[in-house]
């Protein structure tokens, strides 16, 4: 009989649209998988990953006490029905109280820390709580699977976690045959693509303010919007939208159509984990604007596949959009290509799910756990 995997997760995306072939590697691999998450009306496409599914309410902007001592004592119900071999946990809550929870049954944890959130880039009381809670959750992980080396690098410094928990992975790694290089549209049209919820921490406003140079000096460039906004937007979206500045799609469940309109992914970010719409624009041989920070600069070969800017620079950020306007189309060719095989030689989803497999089973095919 195979090991039983209990894998924690807040949302149905988290799951099938970044990891559902790393699921299916490791049902094959012969695990029994079960998965804990809030139920949607896509769950079904998960269940046919051929795993059992439980329905779990994950509030994930919450702080509300109550609702995450419920979020504990679920975890911790699961676990003592199930008793799994392994429990594997993503996203900060399902970290923290997924660690609570197995080190309360003595049940082996590894986590994955896509990104250090917002919290973490904020002085202040939430910082300081997260950061306590990580250190409880987190203490007795097998080990904590992070998506760059700065995001590793902030938890050993503070003492969260030790140099030995530490796995650092090369993000979730891009599907390259759901991702297929597709060949530049050869209009006259220069077109910016920006993939991502709508914030300022996505670094927006200093696009906005880039935005609106360019347009003043080109009329042959087109910026296309796709991805839901934080609602203090709103008005300022429908503003640039009637000016004719920019062009807003919303939220997709399918972005490849739009990658393979444009020639240029734009994403001036404050902070990733790793920028998953920089790895799928680039294995699609489109060029990459992004900051010049860990969990972007990654899916950047520099001066050959894309650039990066200063963050929170807008006129760094105007710079290098211009520049690439103002680039002859077979460049922009040339460097979507070398895009496309930086993809194919580090960021190649098998190798990054072999590599996850690979570590999980160092401690799977162990006899004896000791907690």
Known sequence: M??????????????????????SKLVKEGYEVVISLPFSQDIYKIKDLGVKVIDTNVDRKSVNPVKDFKLLNDYTKIIKEEKPDIVL????????YGGIACRLHETPFMANVTGLG???????????????????GLKKAKGVFFENIANAQVLIDDKTINKDQAIVLKGAGVNLQQFQYCEMPSDDIVKF????????????????????????????????????????????????????LIKYYGYQEDVTTFIKDSHCIVLPSYHEGMANVLLEGAAMGRVIITSDIYGCR??????????????????????????????????????????????EDIFDKDKVVEETVEEMGRWVNQSEFCM
């Not at 946990?89 to 923290?96: E, W």
């Not at 919290?119 to 910082?127: F, H, S, T």
């Not at 927006?204 to 087109?222: D, M, T």
């Open 193 to 244: 693509l920006f993939i991502g919820r709508i914030m300022a921490e996505k670094g927006v406003n200093e696009l906005f303010e880039a935005i609106k140079r360019i347009k003043k000096e080109y009329s042959n460039v087109e910026f296309s919007f796709i991805g839901w906004f934080e609602e203090d937007y709103k008005n300022l979206i429908e503003d640039l939208q009637s000016e004719g």
């Open 118 to 136: 917002s919290a973490y880039y904020r002085e202040g009381l939430i910082k300081n709580i997260v950061s306590r809670l990580y250190k409880i």
């Open 2 to 23: 195979g090991k039983k995997l209990l894998i924690l997760a807040n949302h149905f995306a988290t799951i099938y649209k970044f990891r559902k072939e790393l699921v």
């Open 298 to 343: 990654e899916a950047v070969v520099e001066g050959i596949s894309g650039c990066t800017c200063k963050v929170r620079d807008s006129v760094d950020l105007y710079k290098k959009i211009k520049m690439f306007v103002d680039m002859d189309f077979e460049e922009k060719v040339k460097m979507g290509q070398a895009g496309r095989r930086h993809m």
């Open 89 to 96: 946990s993503y996203t900060i809550k399902s970290n923290i």
